[in-house]
Nanobody
Framework: QERLVESGGGLVQVGGSLRLSCVASERTFNTYTMGWFRQAPGKEREFVAAISVSGGETNYADSVKGRFTISRDNAKNTLYLQMNTLKPEDTAVYLC????????????????WGQGTQVTISA
């Protein structure tokens, strides 16, 4: 059973940037599709981005396309989310997740979740 720990969240101005990291505890990290979801108070958990095992395929929510980039370093068991041109509506808890589905799969295809890291955009 893998453990996922996110970091890198914080408070940033509109238009600013943050890079989130997610470190996995297991050596099987390099067999998982990895993804990021986010959840704001009173809202459903929302898909943000996903990346295939090799990093060759990615998928992004329309709301973040062109602004966010998902990447992974399998040698470090680490997943990243580079977030640029941040908007107030990006404010949420960002959760790292691991699964075995395609990059187009929904949350039901993921089996492990981190605790989340808070991202707050000040307008």
């Amino acid at each position: 059973q893998e453990r996922l720990v996110e970091s890198g969240g914080g408070l940033v101005q509109v238009g600013g940037s943050l890079r989130l990291s997610c470190v996995a505890s297991e050596r099987t990290f390099n067999t998982y599709t990895m993804g990021w979801f986010r959840q704001a108070p009173g809202k459903e958990r929302e898909f943000v981005a996903a990346i295939s095992v090799s990093g060759g395929e990615t998928n992004y929510a329309d709301s973040v396309k062109g602004r966010f980039t998902i990447s992974r370093d399998n040698a470090k068991n680490t997943l990243y989310l580079q977030m640029n041109t941040l908007k107030p509506e990006d404010t949420a808890v960002y959760l790292c997740t691991a699964g075995h589905g395609s990059v187009f799969a929904g949350w039901q295809s993921y089996h492990a979740w981190g605790q989340g890291t808070q991202v707050t955009i000040s307008a």
